[in-house]
């Protein structure tokens, strides 16, 4: 028996949030002991005057405070100094090591002055406990901010999560029975009723409905369903009764893959996130030597105390250079963006193709399911004099019902969705390449190409033009014959889709070339592109030739996606720059796919590269403002506009910064949750 995958994550993503909750308490709680201490000394420097050191007493007052300032670097700042200890293990250097340089460095030159304040000249006994204290109060201020940031972008997991029914009723042993869904076996008939939550995915055995899918695809119109339709799991039975037969049950339902693949995508970095790693990885070394080095200047060429405005510069620098924010930048914006379109009905699987839709230049789009519907239709039924729609079509039908071929099973559908039944034929045969032929009621009855009629000496040139026109418009006509005589004309066709003409030109209006691939002849390729305002297409095309189209443009320079739902274009997907899969197509071209379209509509595609876009904007907003305060904030904390100006930045305005830095991300990345996709 499977376990249910979707409530596994549902009781990981609870425990993860009552794990950040705690961590958010702890957070503030810190920030509340550094800052109950910092905030009085701030306040206290600023309005009564100079913390300086010239008595036993203030000795003995600062040394206090020095010990309280030591509590608070022990209680609310240990993650800090564990952090920056870990790092100097592992011989590197991170956020920790420059915040417990700046604190450290600013408590023990404080305690020195406190405890020798006579190895020290007259202006340079001061003591810099307040720094210390708000530094971490207002960097544990930060950490929690973002903490409860985080906690939001899990948002679009957890609604995936709340979608799965919690039960399901199951008929055994011809009675209905609740039961947990994780119990639910393969096989199972399930009864469904109004309103309730379809518990597993499966087949549609008896009854008939309409499903809510819209959480799931996006689509908000209800999709009527009948015997032999599929059903998902998480999606709103709406108006009737059915019993379906569960197919896929647990971690193999398409809502806990989908659950896997949003987390998954969350969780990854793309090739922009990766940068920001590796800059951090030089800027903290960088700024520690830059913090030495302002230092150095001060002791040499600085006024008097020069030691405290050594100090006071190395620590600044130390304390405003820390690119807490960075941290953020990338994460943030997956997080919220691969969320977003998940909500639009687009499954993004990694960062990497999140990031590379937004550069695309050229869209491959094969023809059938993804242009169009992938299952022919009827279109028309041309009929020769004395012959009747009803009639025609029931003799028709009754030769192709025992027929697998496409072009004939959309003939019985058509019948039978108008009330028309088959009937017993005898006498049937297949010509191969031309037609069929049988025997109702002692009629002769052939139905096949034009081949088929001029080879039996049936006279169609009263219909041929009409046959021609209908062939030019990309559908298949067929005659049909009763005694050597022709009766009718009938079309079949794949009919595209009703918004691709639309969705096409989205995609156009985005500057992106649109190539159409197909394994159908040139006529019916050429039709239907020039009824979808595609210029550009290649017919009879094998999947082999679909993978050298792609190869082919990539070669030319082009940045390539590839759209399919088939297993016969699994193979393009994968070597696409980004392979889009159709939902409504094969697991095998899913699972080639960097991402999936959840409708089968071809809106999801400028969904997905408008979703990418945004979110590749935001994180270089965001970088931008992770590094902003710190790179401009250097070089004024290190003291070039002390000369000048006689500036000089404190450490606590430092942390201030630094905290300002983290917000502004933070505060970006969620403008995402307001981008509306459709627009774009």
Known sequence: MQIEASASEGAAIEEKDKAEAQYYIKLMRDM?????LGVPLMIYRLTIGEMTVTTSTERLVWFTIGLLTLGVMIFSGKHFYIGAWHSLKNHSANMDTLIALGTGTAWLYSMVVVAVPDLLPLMARHVYFEATAMIIGLINLGLALEVKARGKTSEAIKRLIGLQAKTARVIRDDKDIDIPIENVLQDDLVRVRPGEKISVDGVVVKGHTAVDELMLTGEPMPVEKTVGDKVVAGTINKAGSIVFKATRVGKDTALAQIINMVKRAQNSKPPIGRLADVISAYFVPVIMIISVLSALAWLNFGPAPSIAFAMVSATTVLIIACPCALGLATPMSIMVGVGKAAEAGVLIRNGEALQTASKITTMILDKTGTITEGVPKVTDVLLADNQTHDKVLMLVASIEAGSEHPLAMAIVKSAKEQGIEPQKVSGFAAI???GVEAT????????????LMSGRGVNIASFLDKAQALAGEAKTPMYFAVNGKLAAVIAVADPIKSDSVEAIKRLQSNGIRIVMLTGDNRLTAKAIAAKVGITEFFAEVMPEDKVKKVAELQKAGEIVGMTGDGINDAPALAHANVGFAIGTGTDVAIE??????MRGSLHGLADAIAVSKATLTNIKQNLFGAFIYNVAGVPIAAGVLYPIFGLLLSPVIAGAAM??????????????????????
């Open 592 to 597: 080639s796919a960097d991402i999936t379209l």
């Open 432 to 434: 191969a390449g031309q």
């Open 32 to 36: 509340t002991l550094a800052l109950l």
């Open 440 to 451: 109702f009621d002692n009629s002769t009855l052939l139905f096949g190409n034009e081949k």
């Open 659 to 680: 905290v300002f830095s983290s917000l502004t991300v933070v505060t970006n990345a969620n403008r995402l949750r307001w981008f509306n996709s459709k627009n774009h």
